[in-house]
């Protein structure tokens, strides 16, 4: 009981700051933000209902679906639940109260059903499969990465781009400037993530014809 209590998770994330802090290689910071997120995971999502807890996960998505990805599992993130749960949008939020980080946990949503769609694209590219079965399966995975392309591309147009000032148009020599950093790793996701899906469907489409 007391494991899952928010000041104990709040303690593990401090910890991990303080490996990265003190540590030139980023130290032991992967195993213990593996352990917050089993902590996060046992407190459910109803406990991040509430502004202090919900900041805690915000601050740690991120990281958690790139662990799992590395790992080649889904995130926990993406169930249902935990899904229902960043939809929920409270101005008691800080990540409400900024546009950079809603836009983050809008694009985050997004992105956690990339890596399922680019281990699809893999395995078929690997499979011995001819014919029809193989045709049929690469037309789906086409329509599935259209799917979530043209959300990206919908979030960068309608929401990122307007954010953006990249340019002084009274000094076009300047080099880009945007309002804050997060926005300016958050356009180097997007685009990262258009060319890697680009790429995937490229050897489906290889393999399939």
């Known amino acids: 009981d007391v494991r899952t209590q928010p000041e104990i998770i709040c303690s593990s994330l401090i910890l991990q700051l303080c490996e990265l802090m003190i540590s030139s290689d980023n130290g032991r910071w992967n195993n213990l933000s593996r352990g917050s997120k089993l902590l996060i995971q ?87 499969g001819v014919g029809g079965n193989l045709k049929d399966s690469a037309r789906r995975f086409q329509d599935s990465l259209s799917d979530i392309r043209n959300k990206l591309e919908a979030l960068y147009e309608e929401e990122l781009k307007p954010l953006l000032s990249l340019q002084d148009h009274t000094n076009p020599h300047r080099p880009k400037q945007y309002p804050d950093l997060l926005l300016a790793r958050l356009e180097c996701t997007v685009m990262s993530v258009l060319l890697r899906l680009d790429q995937i469907a490229l050897l489906v489409m290889s393999k399939a014809n």
Not at 78 to 88: F, G, N
Not at 94 to 108: D, P
């Open 42 to 128: 046992e407190l459910g999502p109803d406990r991040f209902r509430e502004p202090f807890e919900r900041s805690m996960l915000e601050s740690q998505r991120s990281f958690f679906i790139i662990q799992d990805t590395n790992a080649g599992q889904e995130c926990f993130l993406s169930l249902p639940e935990w899904r229902a749960l960043s939809q929920l949008p409270d101005a008691s939020f800080t990540v409400h109260q900024s546009q950079s980080l809603l836009l983050k946990a809008r694009l985050l949503d997004v992105l956690l059903d990339v890596p399922p769609l680019l281990w699809q694209g893999e395995s078929i590219y690997v499979s011995d």
